[in-house]
């Protein structure tokens, strides 16, 4: 790699990033390739190269973006809004200097229609084997995890925002958080979506109301409701 591009988090008996990735670009190439890794969760984000090889906590992470995703999907789905994309649903954004795999990204089809996301096949691949999105998501939704709390705090949310992501959502259940937050775009930030007293927040993307609950069941097992309401 050349000097300027740095890799934070990364394992390097388990990932071997290649000598010419040096850039987003370089970096975009990389993912199209088929031995690009396929565990783990490998970003670039504004510069860097952010590894994470970290096995998914199944109280705090597997249980919570299930059920995030379950709701999300549900609706997107009964009102045929647009597609939905669980894990490894690559998005990339060169005013963002971003590619990453949120946990969740929801797409218009009008946003697809109008071109502000494109579906990019990968590289020698047939023309419907798409492998990436490139462009401005409706939705991103990121769960925090003991490894990812500096990188989905503070800095994947500014590069979202520079990507022209429409609303990004944070959720953090680790033991002694919670943290269910719907952020709008302001005009240079995000901007947090104000809870009414009883918990509820606008999802101005789903056109929603949201809360997310969370319940501890005997034997110490953790479980999660996101309610929606008009």
Same mark, same amino acid.
């Given at each position: #790699?050349?000097?300027? =591009?740095? +890799? @934070?988090?990364? $394992? $390097?008996?388990?990932?071997?990033?290649?000598?010419?990735?040096?850039? @987003?670009?370089?970096?975009?190439?990389?993912?199209?390739? %088929?031995?690009?890794?396929?565990?783990?969760?490998?970003?670039? /984000?504004?510069?860097?190269? &952010? /590894?994470? #090889?970290?096995?998914?906590?199944?109280?705090?992470?597997?249980?919570? *973006? =299930?059920? +995030?995703? !379950?709701?999300?999907?549900? =609706?997107?789905?009964?009102?045929?809004?647009? #597609?939905?994309?669980? %894990?490894?649903?690559?998005?990339?954004?060169?005013?963002? $200097?971003?590619?990453? &795999?949120?946990?969740?990204?929801?797409?218009?089809?009008? =946003?697809?229609?109008?071109?502000? /996301?494109?579906? +990019?096949?990968?590289?020698? *691949?047939?023309?419907? %084997?798409?492998?990436?999105?490139?462009?401005?998501?409706?939705?991103? +939704?990121?769960?925090?995890?003991?490894?990812?709390?500096? *990188? $989905? #705090?503070h800095r994947l949310p500014p590069t979202y925002f520079a990507a022209g992501v429409g609303e990004f959502w944070l959720v953090d259940v680790r033991p002694g958080c919670f943290l269910f937050q719907i952020h709008h775009r302001?005009?240079?930030?995000?901007?947090?979506?104000?809870?009414?007293?009883?918990?509820?927040?606008?999802? !101005? /993307?789903? %056109?929603?109301?949201? !809360?997310?609950?969370?319940?501890?069941?005997?034997?110490?097992?953790?479980?999660?409701?996101?309610?929606?309401?008009?």
């Amino acid at each position: #790699m050349e000097a300027g =591009t740095n +890799v @934070l988090l990364v $394992d $390097d008996d388990a990932v071997a990033i290649p000598p010419t990735v040096h850039d @987003l670009a370089s970096f975009r190439a990389w993912t199209y390739e %088929d031995d690009f890794p396929q565990s783990g969760r490998i970003d670039f /984000v504004s510069g860097n190269i &952010e /590894v994470d #090889m970290s096995p998914e906590n199944v109280l705090f992470h597997s249980l919570p *973006k =299930t059920e +995030v995703s !379950r709701v999300i999907a549900n =609706t997107v789905k009964l009102r045929q809004l647009g #597609m939905v994309g669980i %894990d490894r649903k690559r998005i990339a954004s060169v005013p963002g $200097d971003l590619s990453a &795999e949120p946990d969740l990204v929801f797409i218009r089809y009008e =946003t697809l229609k109008c071109g502000a /996301v494109r579906l +990019v096949p990968g590289a020698g *691949k047939g023309p419907h %084997d798409y492998i990436e999105i490139e462009g401005s998501p409706d939705l991103v +939704v990121e769960i925090v995890s003991r490894s990812s709390v500096k *990188k $989905d #705090m503070h800095r994947l949310p500014p590069t979202y925002f520079a990507a022209g992501v429409g609303e990004f959502w944070l959720v953090d259940v680790r033991p002694g958080c919670f943290l269910f937050q719907i952020h709008h775009r302001g005009d240079a930030a995000w901007a947090p979506a104000p809870p009414r007293e009883d918990g509820w927040q606008w999802s !101005r /993307v789903l %056109d929603r109301w949201y !809360r997310l609950e969370q319940h501890e069941l005997p034997g110490g097992i953790w479980t999660y409701d996101l309610i929606e309401r008009e």
